[in-house]
């Protein structure tokens, strides 16, 4: 690892680039149609980037479920862009939906729903799901795989994953 870092190949800098060049960057949010209140929302962003910048994001009408949704950034930014689409959030903490709550108020956000359940266990059935986004949660779950897994049956035929996260799913290297 500390090879590949050095090197520039995989490492932590060509990471953190490539956060930075699908992340919340100005110019990023800028062409999101976010402006005034919505932008400055995003100074504080964490996570690994913007998953919604990869393979094109959600498109309009979609139904999109946000893994691990926290203050409700990209519940923002999935709203505005499927235009109306469907939009559920979901959180493992109480205190983590609440934040995502006064954010979807703040911005008048209707077609955006919240749910409290684990990332293993979003409890939304099967097949529902033309996108799901997850933000730097996954490396947070102790069962990664089980999570991977729920992810992957909320999703339609055709159905797309962005992730934006680091997480290991095998057994430690020796």
Not at 81 to 109: N, P, Y
Not at 125 to 141: H, K, Y
Not at 150 to 164: C, D, E, M, Q, Y
Request: proline share 5%.
């Amino acid at each position: 690892m500390r090879g590949a870092a050095a090197s520039g190949g995989d490492g932590a800098d060509n990471w953190a680039t490539r956060a930075k060049t699908w992340g919340y960057a100005p110019a990023v949010l800028e062409s999101l149609g976010l402006e005034g209140a919505e932008r400055r929302l995003f100074a504080g962003a964490c996570g690994g980037g913007c998953p919604l910048r990869v393979d094109g994001g959600p498109r309009p009408g979609e139904t999109v479920v946000d893994l691990g949704c926290g203050f409700g950034h990209d519940l923002v930014l999935a709203s505005r862009m499927t235009r109306g689409g469907r939009i559920v959030g979901v959180d493992v903490t109480a205190a983590m939906l609440d934040a995502a709550a006064r954010t979807v108020a703040a911005f008048s956000l209707p077609n955006v729903e919240l749910r409290r359940a684990p990332l293993d266990d979003p409890s939304l059935g099967s097949g529902v799901a033309d996108v799901v986004v997850s933000n730097g949660v996954f490396n947070l779950t102790r069962d990664k795989r089980a999570a991977f897994a729920a992810a992957f049956r909320l999703l339609k035929p055709g159905g797309r994953l962005l992730l934006a996260d680091v997480c290991k799913t095998g057994a430690p290297a020796s």
